[in-house]
T-cell receptor, first 115, second 112 residues
Framework: DAGVIQSPRHEVTEMGQEVTLRCKPI?????LFWYRQTMMRGLELLIYFNNNVPIDDSGMPEDRFSAKMPNASFSTLKIQPSEPRDSAVYFC?????????????FGDGTRLSIL | GDSVTQMEGPVTLSEEAFLTINCTYT??????LFWYVQYPGEGLQLLLK?????DKGSNKGFEATYRKETTSFHLEKGSVQVSDSAVYFC???????????FGSGTRLSIRP
């Protein structure tokens, strides 16, 4: 089975530019999560969706961040305008609610560097 | 609120040494407990899990037992290998519909 697929794997851009990160969850999974990982803060949950609907976006840092899930097989995380402090590794994860304790499956992440 | 506390790293061991990484949790209910592993440049992978008290999760020679009385889920391996070098995260969740609460991670380095 294909796992969670994220693109791009690496992104380097200048501050002020728009950045779009993409995620394809595992087929059949009905939950999708976006995380950010930094040395200072560790893993932070930014937002998660259930059946394409945002459930909790309380972790989104500020209005410059937005996330969408137009269908069950695709989600985007957008930063506009980007700032150097947004540099981090961004992970997407998906899961299924079919049984208790089903773990989240993570993609390999997008390493974002804002210059 | 719920939280996970794990031992600070980095932890450096020689190959074939015994490994313990401590993890304790605070929970308002009865969560499932996990250990995830992150190899360099990769995402987090589930290493093992336990869904109720006294369950033992095991995988690749690693073990952890869900201890409700001590609210702990310590990770152990009898003989580590260089390939075990990674960052290990202890975590809890109530369901796949819930947020996962992660510990801060413990970096493990194994010397040949």
């Amino acid at each position: 089975d294909a796992g969670v697929i994220q693109s791009p794997r690496h992104e380097v851009t200048e501050m002020g530019q728009e950045v779009t990160l993409r995620c394809k969850p595992i087929s059949g999974h009905d939950y999708l999560f976006w995380y950010r990982q930094t040395m200072m803060r560790g893993l932070e949950l930014l937002i998660y969706f259930n059946n394409n609907v945002p459930i909790d976006d309380s972790g989104m840092p500020e209005d410059r961040f937005s996330a969408k899930m137009p269908n069950a097989s695709f989600s985007t995380l957008k930063i506009q305008p980007s700032e150097p402090r947004d540099s981090a590794v961004y992970f997407c994860a998906s899961s299924s609610n079919r049984d208790r304790g089903q773990p989240q499956h993570f993609g390999d992440g997008t390493r974002l560097s804002i210059l | 609120g719920d939280s996970v506390t794990q031992m600070e790293g980095p932890v450096t061991l020689s190959e074939e040494a015994f490994l313990t990484i401590n993890c304790t949790y605070t929970a308002t209910g009865y969560p499932s407990l996990f250990w995830y592993v992150q190899y360099p440049g990769e995402g987090l992978q589930l290493l093992l899990k336990a869904t109720k008290a006294d369950d033992k999760g095991s995988n690749k020679g690693f073990e952890a037992t869900y201890r409700k009385e001590t609210t702990s889920f310590h990770l152990e391996k009898g003989s580590v290998q260089v390939s075990d070098s990674a960052v290990y995260f202890c975590a809890l969740t109530y369901s796949s519909a819930s947020k996962i609460i992660f510990g801060s991670g413990t970096r493990l380095s194994i010397r040949p």
